[in-house]
């Protein structure tokens, strides 16, 4: 759209259409576009141009007359209010095109690059204003136009495309590969390439065409040169508009395809996590039936009070067809306090097992419909398809979108996951009081009894049982790791809901007092280093 032979042709037209009209006013209502308004002297149809300095999709056109906003614009260049256009051209062979005013001022705009704007400059070329970056332009010179560099035939070098360019820089380099590749340019040698590049140039000069291809892509080259199917427009600045609302369109398109799925992605993930942590109780409840047989068999010892001695004893196998099972234990213990710690396990196991019953199978349901989801959305390719999408799906999306947020806001605290737990940990004492101020009431805090530390907080989703000892471990030893006693090989780190901590008035950031504690005595370890 802001090719250079494109540029030429889109200033005969502007010029056409801003005969005899004078300044009205500049306005922006969106990001990186000025609208600008003119009023003939002898009609009373105003003229509005757009120019657009998006990287993306830099280009000037007449556009559809709409009245200027009223509220949320920003103004520019009042100064040329009634001043009548006196002239409009391209600087030199570069794409600058210059507005000229009978009060001596002019608009230069700059239609290309990262650094494409608009100018106010007086007769000195001197700014005194601009769209974007006022104050970094202000009282410098405006941009002066570059000639192309032609380089002849004994110069060109590199493949078809590269020695086109070295040719002739004003090319529209959207269709060079497919010129190389409809007329067999590849091998061809750089003299034949500076004939095919030259008589390219002529044409774009002499007749090219006001085309639009494919998904309203403009193409300013002869069919005849490029055969493809096409539309034909009335005018330049008509095929600049239809090619840079399209443009637009599709960036809105692939922006709102790339949101929604994200927010899928994001809920499968999650529901897959939960799924996990449910086929892993179960798993937990095939083994609670082994801890408590094996805990049986401890206590049906001989002699239970006796201390074990070795990680590991035989004993007779009162439940399978072997005559003796190798059971692993701890040493220092005595039997009865081995097997109440197989006992232990197996109260815990089913307890996990109860806490996510069904919600496993709840899971995989809404999984199977979040991925039908986004099979559908991968097959549309239209604005209007999303927006259908989203009307049909809507109270799916919307909920997505509330958590997306919600878990989008930046907490003041490290969220990390433990056993398909959510687990958050406080980064110093007023991120503590904030981990609590956010807390469910049956949440489960952790801190070290023995001095400072982060406060670790397992998310027990409204649940009032205790998660099992497992994670009730990890996360005492991730308490343990952020605190002063982190140097000793054990930290005693005390343990309750979150509803038995209250605060005294006054009380310092991150200092609570406790109510009906627990306190387990564990190895102080990172959350990296415990797996599930």
Known sequence: MNNYYTLKQVTLELRQALQNTAFSEAVSFRKNRLELYFHPLESSNPVQITFSCDPKRVSIFRSTYFPPKKKDIVSFFSS???????????????????????????????????????YLYDQQDTIIGSFRGERKFLHKKIPQPQAPQYKQVEELNGDAEAMMIQRDPKLPRRWLADLVTHHNLESSSPNEIAVFTDNLSEVLTDRPVADLVNDSELCIIPDDLLPMEREHMNSFNEAVRIAYSAQTRNEKLH????????????????????????????????????YEQYGNMLMSSPNPNA?????????????????????????????????????????????????????????????????????ELSDIYTLDGIREFEDQHASILSGLERAGATGAKA??????????????????????????????????????????????????????????????????????????????????????????????????????????????????????????
């Not at 794409?95 to 494409?116: C, E, I």
């Open 255 to 290: 922006h709102n395809k790339k949101r929604l799925k994200s927010l899928l992605e994001a809920e499968q993930k999650r529901l897959k996590s939960r799924i996990k942590e449910a086929d892993n109780a179960i798993k937990a409840l095939e083994r609670a039936e082994t």
């Open 411 to 532: 907490k003041p605290f490290k969220v990390i996951q433990l056993n398909g737990y959510e687990v958050w940990v406080g980064k110093n004492a007023k991120s503590n009081d904030a981990l609590l101020r956010n807390a469910h009431k049956e949440d489960l805090w952790f801190h070290s009894r023995d001095g400072a530390g982060s406060h670790v907080l397992i998310r027990m989703a409204g649940k009032k049982e205790f998660p099992d000892q497992q994670l009730i471990g990890k996360a005492a030893a991730v308490a343990a790791h952020h605190s002063k006693a982190s140097g000793s090989s054990l930290v005693p780190v005390r343990y309750a809901k979150r509803k038995h901590l209250r605060k005294a008035k006054g009380a310092p950031p991150g200092e609570v007092k406790v109510d009906h504690e627990e306190v387990i005595l564990t190895e102080p370890k990172p959350a990296d280093q415990l797996s599930d």
């Open 80 to 118: 040329l209010e009634d001043n009548l256009i006196k002239k409009i051209e391209l600087a030199g062979k570069d794409r600058l095109l210059d507005f000229k005013f009978n009060g001596g001022l002019s608009l230069r705009f700059q239609l290309f690059g990262h650094g494409a704007n608009c």
């Open 307 to 375: 201390i074990v001695e070795f990680d590991q004893i035989e004993v007779p196998d009162l439940y399978g067809g072997n005559e003796t099972v190798k059971i692993p234990v701890k040493q220092g213990l005595n039997w009865i306090d081995n097997a109440s710690r197989y006992y232990k396990k197996a109260r815990d196991a089913r307890r996990s097992a109860e806490m996510t019953e069904g919600m496993g199978e709840q899971a995989r349901e809404r999984l199977k419909k979040i991925e039908l989801l986004h099979r």
